[in-house]
């Protein structure tokens, strides 16, 4: 990030005015369930009563999920807040209220803890959901960004990832590889054009649009039958969901939906655009099974509401292996994901 | 931390190995509102239907927080959760679910996470929550740990900061400043000792045990009229709850009640007793205030639930200033308190 030296430090401007400030931020985008936002011990929320909660939390570390000089804090804040939303998402559920801790130097320009919650606070308000309380903590370290979020879902339509059965079609929202393509463009130094595809790439690494609708719409037809986000790609994700399932599934390599910004950056960069969109990772689309006679019913529900395209890509299988199948029935290689301490980095 | 070099590190041990053991050990402790804890996109939680919800999360930092030479990694996962259970506490309110993130460095020893995730769950299980979820990442900087509480509590039933009214008592739990001591004793190297006064004071700093059920006591009786808890003391705590309530506070000297560990090792390195008592911070007590004829009521039911004692610490004034006033009615300087970016590290 460029600060000017003339910007005043987190240290300068002090916690108080800066939870102040955030607090403004905050109350500005409540949504009718706020009973009391930040500025007390607790939020006070009210939550439907004819629901079971969804909870979940993800963690973004500097130099790990993201990197300041590619990044905005807004960029930063937006993308805490989607992965969070996109969890809500993949279990058919309605996001409702979040709460947001960061940590980061004192010396940090006051602009980086504005800018991220001002990222968290429209990613949220965008689907739905309130941002209503926080922590903000010096530290020693890279900027550390944890977003919690509470939703909710009808017990009868909850989508987890241990329903799927033998003979399930396995449905992907959406195409792959852009978000993966865009972290390529950004290693490579190529964000400064104009070319539509990488700029299409870049978004969609940095300002995921996670598939609320869609997930919603997917849990109302109560006719799939398991349902996860393919945050870290299809070639971990999926033995995921199988994991769960105690099953196993087929992929067929030429039905996944590869992004075309993906397939044109691959290209550009050198890399296999295949890969990109199979173990790249965080383009939050939703995977979900169902029997293959719903296919078509659930893919016209989530087009209904303006939802993106549903392909299927593969079949679960009894067997509890995850193999990948060509065109003309030869067997690839499917590969492996990613390891949060196998020492990549800047993912 | 002594780390033994045969002890398997995180990123040997590995990221899914890791979360399955914390899937195990926080299904061990599952209350029955879990429908559904770790695993799956998020958890599945049932909310009692006639309460409003309380949220809230606090984030620990490594070097800010806490020490790895001072404090256990149980210890510091106890913390982290004690922090948010007396945030519940402050508002009246019962813990329920909690969700978890921690990022350390891949190098770290796997028993470092495990005593973290065990000490979360182990202070989540004496207070009647369920660690429900979690993430844990890889960082190039020091540990953090954030949690995120969800709570509730009869809407009609919920203490606020803002309620307090000129003419009220201003009332505390327990006694203060034995954790700002425990901190002195470990500052000055006096932890290996044996003296009562040092293992209560680090007892009282290290893990901190939140007053649910006398904040609990204290909504019931109906009769309180504002409550927080007093993590950053009662020279920073107070002014919070005044600036919301949009009132001022006379506090009398000679009545704050300073913890007996807390005076002696005062004396044996050389600090001050009563600055300890009002402006260390985390000592979890929780401060209310009430119409003076009501605390003795309210004393009753706390010490009805086998709770703490409350001692009247001073009044609400109309005129928004805080004083502090010696038994000669004698006007005192009241320490300011902590300021996370103002530069003091390792609190």
Redesign the interface.
């Known amino acids: 990030m460029n600060t000017d030296e003339t910007t005043p430090?987190?240290?300068e401007?002090?916690?108080?005015r800066?939870l102040s400030r955030f607090r403004r931020l905050a109350e500005a985008a409540f949504t009718p369930g706020v009973?009391?936002g930040p500025?007390?011990?607790?939020?006070?929320?009210?939550?439907p009563?004819?629901r079971?909660?969804?909870?979940?939390?993800?963690?973004?570390?500097?130099?790990?999920?993201f990197r300041n000089d590619w990044a905005t804090p807004w960029q930063i804040g937006w993308k805490a807040m989607a992965v969070n939303l996109?969890?809500?998402a993949?279990?058919g559920?309605e996001p409702g209220?979040a709460?947001?801790?960061?940590?980061m130097p004192?010396g940090a320009a006051k602009e980086m803890a504005e800018g991220i919650a001002e990222g968290l606070i429209a990613a949220a308000a965008q689907y739905g959901a309130a941002l209503?309380?926080?922590?903000?903590?010096?530290?020693?370290?890279?900027i550390?960004v944890?977003v919690?979020?509470?939703?909710w879902v009808e017990?009868e339509l909850?989508l987890?990832?241990?329903g799927a059965r033998p003979g399930d079609s396995i449905v992907v929202t959406g195409a792959l590889g852009a978000s993966a393509a865009g972290l390529q463009a950004l290693r490579h130094g190529l964000q400064g054009g104009s070319s539509p595809a990488v700029q299409q790439a870049l978004a969609a690494h940095l300002t995921p649009q996670p598939r609320v609708k869609e997930g919603r719409a997917v849990a109302q037809t109560r006719l799939a039958t398991a349902?996860?986000?393919l945050s870290d790609g299809l070639a971990i994700d999926l033995p995921r969901l199988c994991a769960?399932s105690g099953v196993g599934a087929r992929l067929w390599a030429e039905r996944i939906p590869i992004a075309p910004a993906c397939a044109e950056l691959a290209t550009r960069v050198g890399a296999e655009a295949f890969s990109l969109a199979t173990a790249g990772g965080e383009d939050y689309e939703l995977l979900f099974t169902c029997p293959p006679e719903a296919v078509s019913r659930i893919a016209d529900a989530v087009s209904g509401v303006g939802g993106a395209a549903a392909a299927v890509v593969g079949e679960i299988l009894a067997e509890r292996a995850i193999m990948l199948t060509d065109h003309e029935g030869r067997e690839l290689p499917l590969g492996t994901g990613f390891?949060?301490?196998?020492?990549e980095?800047s993912r």
């Not at 500025?39 to 939550?47: E, F, M, N, S, W």
């Open positions: 430090k987190l240290r401007f002090g916690e108080n800066m009973i009391l500025g007390d011990d607790t939020a006070i929320l009210r939550v009563p004819d079971v909660a969804l909870l979940t939390c993800d963690m973004l570390a500097e130099g790990v999920h996109s969890d809500i993949a279990m559920g209220f709460v947001a801790s960061v940590s004192g209503v309380g926080g922590d903000l903590v010096g530290s020693t370290g890279p550390v944890d919690s979020l509470l939703g017990e909850v987890r990832r241990s349902m996860l986000d769960e390891d949060h301490f196998a020492g980095t």
